[in-house]
């Protein structure tokens, strides 16, 4: 079955860093587009970044600049850099992937993100 456990989240303060990882099985991990999802409390879970299985991205307007999302085929692992954090990146972070369309739409844990002002 598929399995995305995400991990890297922490306590930081504004302006500083994070590295997030996801590390995916169950899946031919180089085959498939994947994302990173991000859900503040009171908020909608809110797509952040985008990585195809060729390596193009894409990044929600709030955080162009700022994060970077990767892949490490070899290691069936998705990162996500996250700098220059501001207090409302503050969410829990998570790791998804849709293989097909339609189809279902797996997520990981997630992982707690805070920035302190």
């Known amino acids: 079955q598929v399995q995305l456990v995400e991990s890297g989240g922490g306590l930081v303060q504004a302006g500083g860093s994070l590295r997030l990882s996801c590390a995916a099985s169950g899946i031919i991990f180089s085959m498939y587009t994947m994302d990173w999802y991000r859900q503040a409390p009171g908020k909608q879970r809110e797509l952040v970044a985008t990585i195809t299985s060729g390596g193009s991205t894409n990044y929600a307007d709030s955080v162009k600049g700022r994060f970077t999302i990767s892949r490490d085929n070899a290691k069936n692992t998705v990162y996500l850099q996250l700098n220059s954090l501001k207090p409302e990146d503050t969410a829990v972070y998570y790791c998804?992937?849709?293989?097909?369309?339609?189809?279902?739409?797996?997520w990981g844990q997630g992982t707690q993100v805070t920035v302190a002002s």
């Open positions: 998804s992937v849709q293989r097909f369309r339609p189809g279902p739409r797996f």
